[in-house]
């Protein structure tokens, strides 16, 4: 017996083939592979002589790259987060060579609606919450673990929920009397020591979306995956990011922005002989999803697209 298939639908499609352009013997590093919708597309621009690295944390997003790969000699597979992602493409000589990177963030749809996957307070399961393995414990042994400040932190900082404490609170008091163990019981004491309930916003979804960010290190993975990228380009190489909410997009304005000033804290290797240190141009600003693919995809509906340029390497 086979269970439920779970699909993702790509986001802001055409607007990434336009971003990266592949020429037909492109080489692509697709760092968020999930169900391969972006990919498939790239791999329609590309000719035989081009190649597709997909790399993803998640270990059933890494299965469904290698069934592809199995039909494709033009994709290679390469496991793993975002932090590792120089040492992966540097083991197949890429550095440097590759011409287009896209980091699709966040998490997909079949994460999202696998209830055994445990991301989402819409079906009940194990509240789990990884992406892989590497993200280490899952989201039930933080919730048993955590400080009353640490929980008020993280719902502060990272879900930007404004009863933090209260929530923190009501968690203390239910886990003294009974473990939280599903994804069902947490965003039921959520719902009870929320106290404003917002119209089309279920009240635990700017908890989970912390928890979530917490326990993946989805931030900081995002800052070691666009200092990676950027390392990885060929000069011209095109790097494309679509985030799904407010704290990632700050990161990736702020860091092509600092990228394209040559600002020295953030760049991760210098160029010698630039004496400015900018690494990237950006192409144009924040681009979003059409109001018909919102229609069709409400999930696309808070993406931002943001694209730059590796700069030729002065002489
Ligand atoms: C929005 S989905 C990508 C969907 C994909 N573009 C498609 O069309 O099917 C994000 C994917 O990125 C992966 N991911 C998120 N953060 C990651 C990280 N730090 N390192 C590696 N993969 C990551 C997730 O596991 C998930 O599969």
Not at 66 to 84: Q, Y
Not at 126 to 155: H, K, N, Q, Y
Not at 234 to 253: M, N, Q, T, W, Y
Request: hydrophobic share 45%; proline share 7%; net charge negative.
């Amino acid at each position: 017996m086979t269970g439920p298939v779970y699909t993702h639908q790509p986001v802001m499609l055409e607007e990434v083939l336009e971003a990266l352009d592949p020429a037909p013997d492109a080489c692509i590093l697709d760092a968020t592979f999930g169900r391969g919708g972006h990919a498939r597309a790239l791999l329609a621009k590309l000719g035989p002589g081009g190649r597709l690295l997909a790399l993803d944390r998640d270990p059933e997003a890494i299965a469904a790259a290698e069934t592809l790969a199995a039909e494709d000699a033009r994709v290679e597979v390469v496991a793993g987060p975002f932090a590792e992602l120089a040492n992966v493409v540097g083991d197949l000589g890429l550095v440097g060579r590759v011409d287009g990177v896209l980091m699709d963030l966040g998490v997909s749809s079949p994460q999202l609606d696998d209830p055994t996957r445990g991301f989402s307070f819409q079906h009940d399961g194990p509240l789990d919450m990884r992406m892989g393995s590497d993200a280490g414990a899952p989201a039930a042994d933080w919730i048993a673990r955590a400080s009353l400040d640490e929980m008020t932190r993280v719902f502060r900082e990272l879900g930007e929920e404004r009863y933090a404490r209260r929530i923190a609170r009501g968690i203390e008091t239910a886990r003294a009397e009974a473990p939280i163990t599903t994804t069902g019981r947490l965003a039921e004491i959520v719902s009870a020591a929320h106290p404003a309930w917002e119209r089309d916003k279920h009240p635990a979804t700017r908890v989970f979306l912390a928890i979530r960010l917490h326990i993946n290190g989805e931030l900081d993975q995002v800052v070691a995956g666009l200092a990676a990228a950027v390392d990885v380009l060929a000069p011209g190489g095109r790097l494309a990011v679509i985030s799904f909410h407010s704290l990632e997009d700050r990161i990736v304005k702020r860091y092509l922005r600092d990228q394209e000033r040559g600002d020295p804290v953030l760049r991760s290797l210098p160029i010698p002989g630039d004496p400015s240190g900018a690494r990237l141009r950006r192409i144009g600003g924040a681009r979003r999803p059409t109001a018909a693919e919102v229609q069709a995809n409400p999930r696309a509906r808070s993406a931002t697209l943001r694209v730059a340029q590796r700069l030729e390497e002065a002489a």
